[in-house]
DNA sequence: CGGGCCGTTGACTCTTGTCAATCGCGGTGG
DNA sequence: CCACCGCGATTGACAAGAGTCAACGGCCCG
């Protein structure tokens, strides 16, 4: 893990690539007061590491990303954002994070100024349930094989989702960024799940039917 | 990973050791109203997982850690705590992560029915730098190695100590189970570093000094 | 002086990462 | 319409990093 990396972006391609579709314009796509709407095609950069924190934002429809690259070019996703959920919240000036639309998305804008006075509102509770989730993120990471890791976000993403199957918005790359491993451990783990009979892969790669869920809580654990 | 612990106790019998010894006495030991002072002993669990969230809390001497068990006995640390540091905040009715102190320190307690009304003071503040805190700590997680792991560590602890030659507080089982290794594991990259002339480790096997600062942050990235 | 705890070190195992080949699908252009 | 191409996902073979098991040493404390 130490080494130069060979590879430095190609999975971040799609990130670079938006990143450079979306720059010269940003400015101007670019909220111009709370509670703006903005639409998000794939792979759109919704704001990048060291961009002012002047908002924060409401995932409206869709799936945001949220990440962080090392200089080696490695990536690691500290979360997914679906509808309803808060994100692009800090102390500093500049954001620490990048975050983008994994699919066609819609982000409603909050002026960051509004924070310290309108704290009474949800965004005390946004901030804690974050710390929270992050929390959990990092026992995961820690302390979890690859199998588990897959198991609890699993169990995650279907609590999130209305059903229990449902359709994964992200590629095996962005999942493994997310759990920290590499994208052909989570295909392994997703097969191994498979032959188990805990899950079901129908033919379209991004679908998944959770068939025993006693048997992956108790992996979770 | 997956398999029964053998040893499910047995780096944690301290915390158990602590928790018995306080339990039956702890409902009187808790503060009676805010900007209570509480001293507590080394190995003192200042809030287990499950208590109501009545209090959070400010360190002002020692070192607290905070940390979640999993099921089969493996314990992660999610954070050290520092003087001047806030933690146990979080959005249920129930602490979801227990703290002990890590040696003889003193914490003041501040009733969490505050929170809603008071959240224009520093608490936000406290919430954001926390999260940011636990997204570092997943980005070391997810995609560090171990020798980078333990030097980003000791970066880190040098930050928020005053001198750059300082004494850990926390044992190397604690440090382990902050930064996702073994035990054996951090001692193998701390003599590595040593060998490597970047830190030195004089006798006392808690003191560290950092020789080359530069080479460590290298390692950082 | 003895025991226990913490830390270090060595030998070995095993999980996961890396490298590489293949498959399947969807879009594109001939 | 069909062949081609590219991308994402899967699978296999191998390598490497970290975990486990075990032994040992030093230190503190009784």
Redo the contacts with the bound molecule.
């Keep these: 893990?130490?080494?130069i990396a060979?590879?430095p972006i190609a999975?971040s391609?799609?990130t670079g690539m938006a990143r450079m579709f979306v720059a010269p314009g940003r400015p101007a796509a670019e909220p111009a007061r709370s509670g703006m709407a903005r639409k998000l095609s794939k792979g759109e950069t919704v704001f990048a590491e060291g961009d002012p924190t002047s908002f924060y934002y409401r995932v409206v429809s869709g799936s945001i990303r949220s990440y962080t690259l090392t200089s080696d070019g490695?990536r690691q996703i500290d979360a997914f954002h679906l509808p309803g959920d808060i994100f692009g919240l800090g102390t500093g000036n500049e954001h620490r994070v990048s975050t983008e639309a994994i699919c066609r998305s819609s982000v409603i804008a909050y002026r960051r100024t509004d924070i310290d006075s309108l704290s009474e509102s949800g965004l005390v509770r946004a901030l804690m349930s974050a710390l929270e989730r992050a929390q959990d993120h990092a026992l995961l990471l820690g302390r979890?094989?690859?199998?588990?890791?897959i198991a609890i976000f699993l169990l995650d993403m279907a609590e999130r989702m209305p059903d229990s199957r449902f359709d994964?918005p992200?590629?095996?790359?962005?999942?493994?960024d997310y759990l920290?491993?590499?994208?052909?451990?989570?295909?392994?783990?997703?097969?191994?799940l498979?032959r188990d009979g805990l899950i079901e892969?129908p033919?379209?790669?991004?679908s998944i039917g959770l068939r025993d869920r006693a048997a992956l809580e108790r992996l979770e654990a």
């Design positions: 893990m130490m080494q060979v590879d999975r391609l799609p490695r979890k094989s690859a199998v588990e890791r994964l992200m590629s095996r790359a962005d999942i493994g920290g491993l590499s994208i052909e451990t989570v295909s392994r783990s997703l097969t191994q498979e892969i033919h379209g790669r991004r």
